[in-house]
């Protein structure tokens, strides 16, 4: 798979439901971000989660890393119709001390929940 | 909360026609950014700008477009004669360090 894959693909579960969504991506990175996209808009920021950290939590989210597996997961806990949305997850080259915020995107869970 | 703003959200242009993609990131942020998403495609890192100079650039960022600061708060793209390959929504983003914002994005359909 390439750099920051998701799966599945597409998900659909009633509101209430948990929803899992995971990013599986190939070289070493500094960080992961999870991003949020409703249809035709902008990039809403989830949540950051360093190489350094495990898990991450924020609200209803809860993000985990395990970078010998080179994955990540996102679960959305308690969904509702407002959480439907495209899911993004996006890796980093950042390269030591130096800053280019070069993200590589996946394509992405488009997740529906259903009321 | 300080937010990414990018103008126009949507334009319309003729091939090989120039276009000014406007952005005013958010106002402590140092890196600024701009990335593409081709309808049903994965959203492109295009272009990364620090400290007045352009820090890395992708492949697709060829010498049709550009980037400018002009003053304190705009950050500017620059595609200097569009092509139909180049209708794509386009962000700008900003961060004061890892954490990377974006704005709603611009349509551009070059027809």
């Not at chain 1, 190939?26 to 249809?39: A, D, E, F, G, M």
């Not at chain 2, 092509?83 to 954490?99: G, I, V």
Request: a negative charge; charged letters at 20%.
């Amino acid at each position: 798979s390439q750099q920051g894959e998701e799966d599945p693909q597409a998900l659909s579960i009633q509101e209430g439901e948990n929803a899992t969504m995971n990013c599986s991506y190939k070289t070493s990175i500094n960080n992961l971000q999870w991003y949020r996209q409703n249809s035709g808009r902008g990039l809403v920021h989830l949540i950051l989660i360093r190489s350094n950290e495990r898990e991450k939590h924020s609200g209803r989210l809860r993000v985990t890393l395990d970078t010998s597996k080179k994955s990540s997961s996102l679960l959305i806990t308690a969904s509702r119709a407002a959480d439907t949305a495209s899911y993004f997850c996006a890796t980093d080259d950042w390269a030591g001390g130096t800053s280019y915020g070069k993200l590589t995107f996946g394509q992405g869970t488009i997740l529906t929940v259903h009321p | 909360e300080p937010e990414v703003t990018q103008t126009p959200s949507h334009q319309v242009t003729q091939m090989g026609q120039e276009v000014i993609l406007r952005c005013v990131p958010i106002s402590n942020h140092l890196y600024f950014y701009w990335y593409r998403q081709i309808l049903g495609q994965k959203v492109e890192f295009l272009v990364s700008f620090y400290n007045n100079e352009i820090s890395e650039k992708s492949e697709i960022f060829d010498d049709q477009f550009s980037v400018e600061r002009p003053d304190g708060s705009n950050f500017t793209l620059k595609i200097r004669s569009t092509k139909l390959e180049d209708s794509a929504m386009y962000f700008c983003a900003s961060s004061e360090l890892n954490t990377i914002y974006f704005g709603e994005g611009s349509w551009l359909t070059v027809v």
